[in-house]
């Protein structure tokens, strides 16, 4: 069946760097892949989307500092992320969406750490 596996977390400083990636397989044609995280204590919360033609979204929090992209040909979601602050401390998941006429799924990763503090 459809796994999707991320990869790219751990610990940071404030203000630093890192991208993230989520890899897919067993359907290679998803309408939306995106990126949510989970904080301590909080629902989870879509961070970025981006659609099969490239057209990408963002939350508030995020807009600026972090980028999404998509490899089509590898079935591979990114996301840099940039200048990153202790608030964006989270288990970070990625999500891929499929449908067709008469068929719509959600699948999910199993999420990646990612801590930012001193």
């Known amino acids: 069946q459809v796994q999707l596996v991320e990869s790219g977390g751990g610990l940071v400083q404030p203000g630093g760097s890192l991208r993230l990636s989520c890899a897919a397989s067993?359907?290679?044609?998803?309408?939306?892949m995106g990126w949510y995280r989970q904080a301590p204590g909080k629902q989870r919360e879509l961070v970025a989307a981006?659609?099969?033609?490239?057209?990408?979204n963002y939350a508030d929090s995020v807009k600026g500092r972090f980028t999404i992209s998509r490899d089509n040909a590898k079935n591979t979601v990114y996301l840099q992320m940039n200048s990153l602050k202790p608030e964006d401390t989270a288990v970070y998941y990625c999500?891929?969406?499929?449908?067709?006429?008469?068929?719509?799924?959600?699948?999910w990763g199993k999420g990646t750490l990612v801590t930012v503090s001193s």
């Open positions: 999500n891929a969406h499929y449908s067709d006429y008469a068929y719509g799924t959600d699948y």
């Open positions: 067993g359907i290679f044609s998803f309408n939306v």
């Open positions: 981006i659609t099969r033609g490239g057209s990408t």
